[in-house]
Each structure stands twice: as structure tokens, then as C-alpha cells.
């Protein structure tokens, strides 16, 4: 299965860290985020992984290369606009094949193994859900009886952490803008999506404060 990694976001609420640098490669624990994900889907026996990119993205390319530093092969998906996190999956199809794969938010932690995390036959998504975080108290998605639901109560964050069949992207158009969470529910309602409640760690990176705070951590642990 290949990987691909949505590194091509703004960071309009970390500037300004984000004015001269892109988000995936602020620097926690001594290492970029982006960094510690390419490490970890290499731990879990990825080979190929796709990263796309907008803003500042020739930097991330100079930073990563071609990745055969972590045993990875990269290629790059550059974005002159940022297509938002559906859009800029679908603008990348043509590098990700016709199989499943896996992607990861590039401006999350986790200390996940991305080895076990498949899709099920016959299903279009697989979603990581998690504990609701502080700045997400509402969550986005019921998980109840090993289903996923839209609506509900008692809600999971997702993650940003999921596994897609290319075919849950027909419809959005290479280089058009468009939003995940209406084909998530979409598949829902369908009965094409599983999920798991992964409970181990993981940080959304969505201020300066906060990557100060898990750098901290990190250099102490």
C-alpha cells in the first residue's frame, strides 16, 4: 500500500512560525513533523509515499528529497492553490495508483502504527477516530457496536489518520477544490466505511502554543 501525507495546508493560526517556514517542517523533539511520520510509515513497511505541497513547497522538497534516507521512495503532488484536503487527494490519484492507501495529516503527532490499518473488501474508507481533544470537544463521528455513524451522540474525533479506495474520489475533478468530510459521510451512509478507536498519542499541532507545549514533552521524555 503507498502512503501519502497532506502537507500542502497554510498554517494561517501558526504564523508566524508559517511565514517563512511550512507547517510540516516546524520542528518538534529536534526533528519536522513531517519527519517523524516518514519514519514511523518506513517502521511500518511503507515503501512509496506521496506528499503534496502549496505553500513554501519547494522548501519541503529541498528538506525531503526523494527520501531514500528513510528507505522511502517520494514523489510530490505541488498545488499552486492549496484543493483542500479531498481536492488534494484527488489532484495526487494519478501518483497513488488504483489500490487502497493510506493518508496522514501532516500537521498531527501520533506515535501510531500505520502497519495494521487496512480496508475492509468492498468498502471505500477506513477511519482512525480518537478521544476528543480540548480544542475539538464535539468530535465528528459516532462509534458504537464496532460502526461507524454521522450523527449521534457521544462523538470521536477523526483522526487524520484514514485509509481510501481511489473510487471515493470519482467525483471531484484533478485540480478542483474539495472538502473530505461530505464523502466520509457520504460512504457512512452508504455502509462503505469502518473505523477504530486508536487511543494511544496524538496532537493536532494547531497553534504555536501547542508545538511548544509537545516540544517540551518530547525533549524530556
Known amino acids: 500500500m503507498k502512503a501519502m501525507i497532506l502537507a500542502a495546508g497554510r498554517g494561517e493560526r501558526m504564523r508566524p512560525l508559517t511565514d517563512h517556514t511550512p507547517k510540516p517542517l516546524l520542528k518538534v523533539g529536534g526533528k519536522p513533523l513531517i519527519v517523524w511520520h516518514l519514519a514511523r510509515l518506513a517502521q511500518a513497511g511503507f515503501k512509496e509515499v506521496v506528499i503534496n505541497h502549496a505553500h513554501l513547497g519547494a522548501q519541503i522538497e529541498a528538506a525531503l528529497g526523494d527520501g531514500a534516507q528513510?528507505?522511502?521512495?517520494?514523489?510530490?503532488?505541488?498545488?499552486k492553490v492549496a484543493l483542500e484536503t479531498a481536492g488534494g487527494i484527488a489532484n495526487a490519484l494519478h501518483l497513488l495508483g488504483d489500490a487502497p492507501f493510506l493518508v496522514v495529516n501532516g500537521d498531527v503527532f501520533t506515535d501510531m502504527d500505520f502497519s495494521h490499518i487496512?480496508?475492509?473488501?468492498?468498502?471505500?474508507?477506513?477511519?482512525?477516530?480518537?478521544?476528543?481533544?480540548?480544542?475539538?470537544?464535539?468530535?465528528?463521528?459516532?462509534?458504537?457496536?464496532?460502526?461507524?455513524?454521522?450523527?449521534?451522540?457521544?462523538?470521536?474525533?477523526?483522526?487524520?489518520?484514514?485509509?481510501?479506495?481511489?473510487?471515493?474520489?470519482?467525483?471531484?475533478?484533478?485540480?478542483?477544490?474539495?472538502?473530505?468530510?461530505?464523502?466520509?459521510?457520504?460512504?457512512?451512509?452508504?455502509?462503505?466505511?469502518?473505523?477504530?478507536?486508536?487511543?494511544?498519542?496524538?496532537?493536532?499541532?494547531?497553534?504555536?502554543?501547542?508545538?511548544?507545549?509537545?516540544?517540551d514533552m518530547l525533549m524530556k521524555s
Open 118 to 215: 487496512k480496508l475492509a473488501p468492498n468498502h471505500l474508507t477506513h477511519l482512525v477516530l480518537i478521544d476528543n481533544p480540548p480544542q475539538h470537544s464535539q468530535g465528528d463521528f459516532v462509534f458504537e457496536g464496532g460502526k461507524i455513524k454521522a450523527e449521534g451522540t457521544n462523538k470521536l474525533t477523526f483522526s487524520g489518520v484514514g485509509v481510501y479506495h481511489p473510487a471515493l474520489f470519482t467525483g471531484i475533478k484533478r485540480g478542483e477544490a474539495a472538502k473530505l468530510a461530505p464523502l466520509l459521510k457520504q460512504a457512512i451512509a452508504d455502509n462503505k466505511a469502518t473505523a477504530e478507536h486508536f487511543q494511544g498519542v496524538w496532537h493536532d499541532i494547531g497553534t504555536p502554543g501547542r508545538l511548544r507545549q509537545l516540544d
Open 70 to 79: 528513510w528507505g522511502l521512495q517520494i514523489q510530490y503532488s505541488p498545488e
